[in-house]
């Protein structure tokens, strides 16, 4: 779900103050009422949208594009020459009340005036205190707005006014509990919720500001704007999964991005539980959108074989989708939303689907979870790849959202006005494209060997990885020994066996060190599957040709490791996915969600990875995954330090012997960080 705080919650509290002349007086004031204050800033999460990129807070200075030009928001700390330092309280509740600055200019509607009539008395004097005294004076002139004509002309505002301001303030319902009331409060006034999710009038009002009334009907059902969905809020969900979306950003439904992540991180974290409760408890009490009724999908239905690996949609799903929100749809707790049952996948308006595929997803940062996961954009893909896929996660697992065509994310895409894609060397195979060729099911076969190694060849896997934890996305990913090329160099000489090697004995070294098990028959149907699958990943390489994003990169052996530092970055990078004892983390049925770094399950002393330069270059090129929103999904997160040493942190814990390592190398030139 995203509750999408847009420009319009960009400029809560966006009082647009030209503030001049002397400081304020400065009265006594009680610590307790700035206190209390801070609090109602909070709720009103002034500081996100005061407060530049990098800048001091309550400065001003963000921009923030509506659809009749720029606004910036304003400065508003107790600053005498910049801020609103000379503003008494009754030009204060003025400015939030009726949206008339000090000298009697009025302000854009942007600032959600309208909603900040129902804020009660004493909650106004609060706040005035906390703004004059709390927040610490910044000297910051405010920026000019780049207004489009007649929009430029604040006159007309006051004639806005007249029809849409109203002036009746909050009114306690005596029909309900006072935890509906304080829900109810803080929807309509502070939280000013509906100057997103409510849709707007011919004249930019919104069509309702609250629930009664011949236009309550409008309320919190849903509005669209810049390319997000701001979704139906009434009766979506439980109030306990309100008030856990409230706190954390996620709940089994979705996950906040876009601005709405923020918002968490900012305001609604921070809510006491009883004001998150009683949000939960507003919203879930209103009566449902006919138009757009909550489907709650059954998480627990199974996207079959033919879904998954005979349509383009789930092939493009599985490549680049299902490492994170797992072939079922069921995501990850605490990491990545569920796509089944997903309120912003299956909503009637499939706008924020697209947005976030073509932008990039990051999870709010929080008190609970202060690692904040990202997801890549997939800009790079084409509008009918994306449309095929974001199809596919709205028709499965029992959502019932309508088909996307490609014209709709073209749309998206014009309307988000993406940067430039720099080209890349690295041409990413599709496995959609399998589908096209003669020998598709073998293929397919083959890749799906690669994915559930440990799954479809118990007998042949020893611990508990499969290809897929070294060789990311079936082996398409740059630097994280992609399989793009590969079967060219074959056969070719191998130090470590010193002898020549097919690429089939290339296969069964894996299994041997790798996965610690057993090697395939030579000739098997799961060998010959996993070697044409890789064969038709060889595309268009010749023997001798340099291949882009070829293995998984090099770092300098000058580079001398610090275990107690590794241990350090493995405990505040590492830690999160593959436990704190290098263990992994296991999902429900048993499987490996995040592969074990050492142990029994984990790969043998004999594997590439276990030596240190080798699992240095790996790490620093694709780890921490997640951790942006630029393609691939770790790199750029460690420095070559930091990868050298936890490097060499994990890779000499405790794990499987290879018995047969005194075979290897007959002929010299091992490596300095072998184990062995």
């Not at 205190?129 to 000019?144: K, S």
């Not at 706008?351 to 800009?379: C, E, N």
């Not at 070559?640 to 890779?651: H, K, L």
Request: charged content about 15%; aromatic content about 10%; glycine content about 10%.
């Amino acid at each position: 779900m995203i509750f999408k705080f847009n420009f319009l919650v960009k400029t809560a509290l966006v009082v647009t103050i030209m503030a001049s002349g002397l400081a304020a007086a400065a009265t006594p004031v009680d610590a307790d009422q700035i206190r209390r204050g801070a609090y109602i800033a909070t709720l009103g999460d002034c500081v996100a949208c005061h407060t530049a990129k990098g800048g001091k807070p309550m400065a001003g200075g963000l921009e923030l594009t509506t659809p009749f030009g720029i606004v910036h928001s304003t400065n508003i700390t107790p600053d005498a020459t910049t801020g609103i330092g000379t503003y008494t309280f009754e030009q204060f509740d003025r400015a939030m009340r009726k949206g008339v600055a000090d000298d009697g200019h009025n302000l854009y509607p942007a600032m959600p005036y309208p909603s900040f009539v129902k804020i009660a008395p004493n909650d106004m004097h609060d706040l005035y205190a906390y703004i004059m005294h709390g927040v610490a004076p910044v000297n910051q002139p405010n920026l000019a707005n780049t207004m489009q004509w007649p929009f430029s002309m604040r006159i007309g505002l006051a004639f806005w006014n007249i029809p849409f301001l109203s002036t009746t303030p909050f009114r306690y319902n005596p029909a309900q509990t006072p935890q509906w009331n304080r829900g109810a409060y803080i929807v309509e006034g502070l939280g000013h919720c509906g100057a997103c999710h409510t849709p707007r009038g011919i004249a930019f009002e919104e069509k309702a500001l609250t629930d009664s009334g011949d236009d309550g009907k409008y309320f919190l059902r849903g509005s669209t704007m810049e390319a997000w969905r701001a979704v139906n809020l009434r009766h979506l969900w439980t109030g306990p999964e309100v008030a856990q979306f409230l706190k954390s950003g996620q709940n089994a439904h979705g996950t906040a991005y876009g601005s709405m992540s923020e918002v968490v991180h900012f305001s609604s974290q921070h809510f006491s539980p009883g004001d998150a409760a009683a949000v939960g408890e507003y919203l879930n009490a209103l009566s449902p959108n006919p138009d757009e009724q909550p489907h709650q999908a059954s998480i627990s239905a199974q996207a079959s074989a033919d879904d998954l690996y005979r349509t383009r949609g789930g092939l493009g799903y599985t490549q680049f989708c299902s490492t994170c929100h797992q072939s079922d749809g069921k995501g990850a707790t605490r990491f990545f939303p569920p796509l089944a049952s997903n309120t912003s996948v299956t909503g009637s308006d499939p706008t924020s689907a697209i947005h976030v595929v073509l932008s990039g997803w990051k999870a709010p940062v929080t008190q609970a979870d202060p690692r904040a996961f990202a997801m890549p954009s997939y800009a790079r893909l084409s509008d009918q790849e994306l449309a095929d896929m974001v199809t596919f996660v709205r028709t499965r697992w029992g959502n019932q959202g309508a088909p996307v065509t490609a014209e709709q994310v073209h749309k998206v895409r014009e309307e988000i006005a993406l940067k430039p894609i720099e080209p890349s060397k690295f041409v990413v195979p599709r496995y959609a494209a399998m589908l096209d060729s003669p020998n598709a099911a073998q293929l397919i076969y083959g890749m799906r060997l690669m994915q559930d190694t440990r799954q479809m060849l118990p007998n042949n896997v020893g611990d508990g990885l499969s290809c897929n934890s070294c060789h990311i996305n079936g082996g398409t990913v740059a630097k994280a020994a992609p399989y793009v090329g590969l079967a060219a160099i074959f056969p070719s000489y191998a130090p470590r066996a010193g002898k020549i090697i097919d690429f089939r004995d290339r296969v069964n070294g894996c299994f041997l060190r790798s996965m610690a098990g057993k090697p395939l028959e030579k000739d098997s149907r799961e060998m010959n599957a996993m070697i044409a699958y890789m064969d038709w990943m060889r595309g268009d390489a010749k023997m001798g040709q340099k291949i882009p994003g070829r293995g998984v990169g090099k770092i300098a052996k000058t580079i001398l490791p610090n275990v107690t530092h590794g241990k350090q970055v493995y405990d505040n990078q590492c830690a999160v996915c593959h436990g704190d004892n290098g263990e992994g983390i296991k999902r429900a049925d048993g499987s490996y969600l995040f592969p074990a770094l050492w142990g029994d399950a984990s790969f043998n002393i004999g594997a590439g990875m276990a030596r240190t330069y080798t699992a240095a270059a790996f790490v620093k090129n694709n780890m921490p995954i997640a951790n942006t929103t630029h393609y691939v999904q770790g790199a750029g997160g460690l420095t070559d330090q930091d990868a050298v040493d936890v490097a060499e942190y994990f890779t000499h814990m405790p794990r499987q012997d290879f018995p047969n390592k005194v075979h290897d190398w007959p002929n010299g030139g091992k490596p300095s960080d072998s184990r062995y």
